[in-house]
């Protein structure tokens, strides 16, 4: 809890067995109330090693996707009562010890979201994370997820999910590193 507002990390998985214990470990438990993860029909041991680490663990049926997966782990969290939700990779793409600095800035009513990015600057062939960015409004927010979805090619819906956004302009940085962070009144569905 920070603040008085119940903060939830979301982990939309996808075989993430290899890696999901080590970016548990490092999710600061003295902020974030609840972590869930969403399984999207992994082929690895993926839902088992989430539930040993007592994980509030759901699991898609059939592959449906990056964009459903994090549909399905947004509705959770706004079923389990989150105030602040942090998607993580389970995957150690992005450090998960940016949370609090995160979690902060949403706390402090200045932003609507806030975004954190491993590529910008260089940092990605380092493997450091870079600092959070605020985001400045909820349609700076959407543009990026929509971006998101169709920079990466992959068809997985969330440039429909998004679809009341604008698309980003052809020189805009990568959006496949780019960390999503919206308080639950926020998310973009």
């Not at 493997?127 to 997985?156: F, M």
């Not at 998004?162 to 639950?184: M, Q």
Request: proline share 6%.
């Amino acid at each position: 809890m920070l603040e008085h507002q119940r903060v939830t990390v979301i982990l939309p998985a996808y075989n993430a067995a290899e890696t999901l214990a080590r970016t548990c470990a490092e999710i600061p438990r003295d902020i974030v109330d609840d972590v869930i993860l969403t399984d999207d029909a992994s082929r690895d041991d993926t839902v088992s090693i989430a539930r040993s680490l007592g994980l509030h663990t759901i699991r898609h049926d059939r592959n449906r996707g990056y964009g459903a997966n994090q549909k399905t782990c947004y509705a959770a969290a706004l079923a389990r009562n989150a105030d602040i939700v942090v998607m993580l990779h389970p995957d150690y793409q992005y450090s998960p010890k940016l949370v609090p600095a995160m979690a902060a800035m949403l706390v402090s009513g200045h932003y609507d979201g806030v975004l954190a990015s491993r590529i910008l600057g260089g940092g990605a062939l380092a493997g450091e994370v870079l600092l959070p960015t605020p985001v400045a409004d909820q349609k700076q927010v959407r543009r990026l997820r929509v971006g998101h979805g169709r920079e990466r090619g992959e068809g997985s819906g969330t440039e429909r999910e998004c679809a009341e956004g604008e698309a980003l302009p052809e020189k805009s940085p990568p959006i496949d590193a780019v960390r999503h962070v919206c308080p639950p009144q926020d998310l973009l569905m």
